[in-house]
């Protein structure tokens, strides 16, 4: 029992409009990443959602019904917010066991719900130590735990991986994926890194300045952007853009192909080219390569063994069929 | 909107009716005539109080004692203030003790250091610094009627000096480590750094410093009160102790008033610019 | 390097001997004879006695007064604190455009000089029956605290994250749990260290104490300056007294120095 619906939400702020109107629904026990540049909305939209901010325009719904104008603690949603959050003051037990208490559970059964949360997120050992006697780590499984005691209708993270480190970043993303396989839940997570939401969403929501730009699954977003801002996000390296001459080719203002999509040889190809610099990461090597009549150097995807040096003239070609093409209007031409 | 009225309210409403209603007052009595002791001065007076205030030479070496004592007493906090917080920057042996007995000071109340001031470091038969002086072969000095003013100051200015410290110390610890150190690494010594990197980024701290105590020293009265009580003469009158008398000893209302309310308008002139600076330190939030 | 931070060290320490000096003078003299305390030249060596404490008490009755600095400065502050605590959550929580104009006028009200309507306050509280009564001192010390305690309590409420409480609203129904279970704990420390700081302002201001009290509500600072007329020269004694005055509220200044600086600067200086 979980689904969310965006029915012409707008925000502002006084004077100054942060989302024009925006429809959206989700599904129940759907994976949902919000992802957009800083200033595109997606907190906003997450704050909107969890009753942090009022709605200035518009409707919010849950399994069909108002929700617009419910207080937060009474939309039954859990939130993991990205400094965690936690009170300095109550143990990792408390933390954990707050929200119960707050809707007058019973001692004996927080109790026992705050053990079972704690033994799925490894915290059985630090049940007694203060928030700030922990690791950034384990403070996040603490705010996590916090919300799984509730069984919410909902989860929503607001980027809750940004402050850890890189490889605690990727363990925690299976840890929550994995937990979203178990609990089944709707979850709603924002984020500004577009890998997180490709590895973890069932589906995209890509933002830019307070409006979608586009939403689907991972793959369709990488297959078929819909404009050049979707095109740009999803995908790293960025897709590479071509316009002028090169552009007018395909019958378009403006052509994008991705590095992985780029073949390199020594002696023909559609584009000449010197090489750049060159990123080795030893499974790939990103070459940047200066195209003529291009300003802006390309970047092309190839074998982890590659040896070129700077300087040297080499020839590109697109794949045919994965040239993205797009209009005068920046959208995509299909 | 409920809520608001539940919070700030109270404290505004109260702070609202105890700026305005004795500030009212104060205006009122200053315009009329008023005496405690003789029911039968009355009546509208107008300007008279000011007229009769300013051409008063008492108040006019008041004034002047006022603004002595000020200047005194902020340039030697501020300048030994900035020194001494300077030195405790330094990573002296046992700097933090340092630091509480140097701030020590402050936190005596200005009845007891006015008094063992008096009596036990400046008095002219018994007083240690005479006795220190005997040491050296000179002369006691009879501080409080030889330089009255003076005495006033130096206790003052013990007073506060730790206040300075306190403030220059709170302000140097926002400069980072590694301004102090790229300065080393430029080679700058202690003199250079002192005012090329120290002072400018001090400013503001001496600002506030300086305009906080212009506010408070204008009431100086406890010491005035427990030393020379105004003397000899007027030597030791200030305003806040000129209003004092003119009230409580002469039940002059009108004319104290008249008083308080040109030291209202002193407050206000510096109060105007310590504000815009505090209001300006919110916005940087 | 190490030579230098000796020399330094040195200096420093000479400078806070000085410094510190006349209370030290002060506190020996409180516990040498009355003869001890006069002799020229004066006694670094003698056998202490604390006679001068008993006589104190005895003869001026100094508990009386004491517990009058204590009685005026736990409660006013107390009135202080019960007032700023709402409205330094209402600025710090839920700002308005309006909040920053109600902070700083709030602190103008700090830059009234006492001496401008001391006029009409003496003659209000006379016709109130309010001069010499522990009320009286009381009030006046709330009003005179309240801009530093809201000020201060307010640059502490800032510094809670604004997440923790948001996190509380997505899980407590209703403000008053969040302002029991959530706030309250959190800023507890910083009530306290507020409340000791707003003591020690209160228990040495001597403007008001000294113009609207005789004996009955005279606080320390009132007590002392009785010495201040020829009767009450004796100088072991005057000692004795201001030590027992000021002892106790200089190491509650050692402890809320931090404050003291944001009180007193009204957050001029960060």
């Known amino acids: 029992m979980g689904s969310i619906n965006l029915v012409g939400v707008s925000k502002s702020f006084g004077d100054v409009l ?36 009022e709605v200035s ?34 143990s990792v037990r408390e933390n954990i066991g707050f929200p119960l208490k707050m809707a007058s559970m019973p001692k004996s059964e927080i109790a026992a719900k705050v053990q079972e949360a704690a033994k799925i997120l490894n915290l059985s050992e630090y049940l007694e130590r203060k928030p700030r006697q922990l690791s950034g780590g384990q403070r996040q499984r603490v705010a996590i735990g916090r919300a799984i005691v509730r069984q919410p209708k909902a989860f929503l993270f607001d980027e809750p991986l940004s402050n850890l480190d890189a490889a605690l970043r990727i363990n925690m993303r299976l840890e929550i994926m994995e937990l979203h396989q178990q609990l089944k839940t709707t979850m709603i997570y924002v984020t500004h890194d577009q890998v997180e939401a490709m590895t973890m969403a069932d589906k995209i929501v890509v933002l830019d300045h307070g409006n979608i730009e586009q939403v689907g699954s991972p793959l369709d977003l990488y297959r078929a952007p819909d404009n050049l801002f979707v095109a740009g996000f999803i995908g790293a390296p960025r897709m590479n853009f071509l316009d002028g001459g090169e552009a007018s080719r395909y019958n378009a203002t403006t052509i994008g192909v991705r590095p992985e999509h780029v073949q390199i040889s020594k002696s023909s190809g559609l584009w000449t080219g010197k090489v750049g610099v060159s990123e080795h990461l030893g499974s790939d090597t990103f070459l940047h390569v200066n195209v003529e009549g291009q300003q802006a150097p390309l970047t092309v995807r190839t074998d982890g063994e590659v040896q070129l040096n700077y300087g040297e003239t080499i020839y590109l070609s697109p794949e045919e069929d994965k040239i993205h093409k797009f209009d005068n209007n920046g959208k995509a031409i299909r | 909107m409920k809520l608001r009225v539940l919070s700030d309210y109270p404290a505004i409403v109260v702070l609202l009716i105890w700026m305005l209603g004795p500030l009212i007052a104060t205006i009122y009595y200053s315009l ?15 300007i008279e109080n000011y007229e009769f205030l300013l051409t008063d030479f008492v108040f006019t070496d008041s004034i002047y004692n006022s603004i002595q004592l000020l200047g005194s007493i902020i340039g030697i906090t501020v300048v030994l203030g900035l020194l001494i917080s300077y030195l405790l920057d330094q990573d002296l042996y046992g700097g933090r003790l340092l630091q509480l007995v140097i701030i020590s000071p402050f936190f005596v109340m200005p ?12 008095h002219p038969v018994n007083g240690y610094f005479t006795y220190l002086l005997g040491l050296f072969g000179l002369p006691p000095i009879d501080w409080f009627a030889d330089i009255p003013l003076g005495s006033i100051i130096i206790i003052v200015s013990w007073n506060w000096l730790p206040f300075a410290v306190l403030v220059f110390i709170t302000a140097q610890q926002s400069m980072s480590l590694e301004i102090k150190e790229a300065s080393k690494m430029d080679g700058a010594g202690h003199l250079a750094f002192f005012f090329q990197i120290y002072l400018p980024h001090l400013g503001k701290a001496i600002g506030a410093v300086v305009m906080i105590q212009m506010i408070f020293h204008l009431n100086i009265f406890a010491e005035i009160f427990t030393t020379t009580t105004g003397g000899p003469g007027t030597q030791t009158t200030n305003l806040a102790f000129l209003v004092y008398r003119k009230a409580l000893l002469d039940f002059d209302i009108g004319g104290a008033s008249a008083g308080g309310i040109i030291s209202i308008v002193f407050a206000n002139i510096v109060a105007i610019f310590l504000l815009r600076m505090i209001a300006k330190n919110m916005n940087s939030d | 390097m190490k030579s230098n931070r000796v020399l330094l060290s040195i200096l420093g320490w000479v400078i806070g001997f000085i410094i510190f000096f006349p209370i030290l003078w002060m506190v020996m003299a409180s516990l040498k004879t009355e003869i001890d305390a006069v002799a020229t030249p004066p006694s670094f060596f003698f056998t202490p006695t604390l006679e001068n404490y008993f006589v ?9 007064y004491a517990w009058n600095s204590i009685v005026i400065s736990v409660f006013a502050t107390l009135l202080a604190i019960l007032i700023a605590v709402p409205a330094s959550y209402s600025f710090a929580f839920r700002p308005t455009k309006r909040t920053k104009f109600k902070l700083v006028w709030i602190l103008s009200t700090k830059m009234m000089p006492p001496v401008g ?30 801009p530093i305690v809201i000020w201060v309590l307010y640059t502490y409420f800032k510094d809670i994250p604004q997440e923790i409480l948001e996190a509380a609203q997505m899980e407590c129904d209703g403000l008053l749990k969040i302002f029991l279970y959530i706030l309250l704990p959190l800023s507890k420390s910083a009530i306290f260290s507020t409340s000791l700081l707003s003591i020690v302002l209160i228990w040495n201001e001597s403007f008001w104490s ?4 005789a004996f009955e509500a005279a606080p320390l600072t009132a007590f002392i300056s009785s010495y201040s007329s020829p009767e009450g020269l004796f100088w072991a004694k005057l000692s004795a007294a201001s030590t027992l005055a000021i002892l106790p509220i200089m190491f509650l200044g050692w402890v809320t120095q931090k404050q003291m600086v944001k009180g007193l600067t009204l957050g001029a200086v960060k």
């Not at chain 1, 109107?21 to 909107?48: A, H, I, M, Q, Y």
């Not at chain 3, 104190?56 to 009386?64: D, I």
């Not at chain 3, 000294?210 to 009290?213: A, G, R, V």
């Open chain 2, 111 to 122: 009845t007891v250091s006015a008094l063992i001031w008096k009596n036990l470091l400046m």
């Open chain 3, 210 to 213: 000294l113009n609207l009290t």
């Open chain 1, 18 to 53: 942060v989302i024009p109107s925006v429809d959206l629904e989700v599904n129940e026990g759907e994976f949902v990443v919000f992802v957009g540049p800083s200033g595109s909305g997606k907190s906003t939209l997450l704050r909107l959602i969890a009753g942090l901010e």
């Open chain 1, 57 to 90: 325009k518009g409707r919010i719904e849950f399994n069909g019904q108002d929700m617009t104008n419910l207080a937060p603690a009474k939309r039954g949603l859990a939130m993991v917010f990205q400094s965690y959050a936690l009170y300095p003051h109550m």
């Open chain 3, 117 to 146: 309507v001391l006029i009409p306050m003496y003659l209000f509280y006379k016709n109130m029956g309010l001069l010499d009564t522990h009320l009286g001192l009381i009030l006046i010390y709330t009003l005179m605290n309240l």
């Open chain 3, 56 to 64: 104190v008490q005895n003869r001026s009755n100094y508990l009386n």
């Open chain 2, 32 to 46: 009329i005539r008023y005496n405690l002791l003789n029911p039968r001065i009355k009546g509208f007076a107008g």
